[in-house]
């Protein structure tokens, strides 16, 4: 059975950091591009980061460029997502995929909250 579940979500203060995480499981993790989604209330859902198969390629939307960092593990099947400097704007529902990398395969998450308040 395949799952992506993350963690590390929560509630942070603006300039504040949060590392979450995205355990998978059920597929070959190393064959799957992992990328990190947001979707704030009323918004589309939208493209953060994403990592190739080795880690060795990395892409960022520009609002969080210098601020998010995208890592993988494939001994541990995780994808991580390092959030620094964090903004009110950054509030949203964050969500793990992958893709693989040679096949139609797309996979998801449930979801984990970032809200970034004073």
């Known amino acids: 059975q395949v799952q992506l579940v993350e963690s590390g979500g929560g509630l942070v203060q603006p300039g504040g950091s949060l590392r979450l995480s995205c355990a998978a499981s059920g597929f070959t993790f190393s064959s799957y591009v992992m990328s990190w989604y947001c979707q704030a209330p009323g918004k589309k859902r939208e493209l953060v980061a994403a990592i190739s198969t080795t880690g060795g390629s990395t892409n960022y939307a520009d609002s969080v460029k210098g601020r998010f960092t995208i890592s993988r593990d494939n001994a541990k099947n995780t994808v991580y997502l390092q959030m620094n400097s964090l903004k009110p704007e950054d509030t949203a529902v964050y969500y793990c995929?992958?893709?693989?990398?040679?096949?139609?395969?797309?996979?998801w998450g449930q979801g984990t909250q970032v809200t970034v308040s004073s």
């Open positions: 995929n992958g893709i693989r990398a040679l096949g139609p395969d797309n996979y």
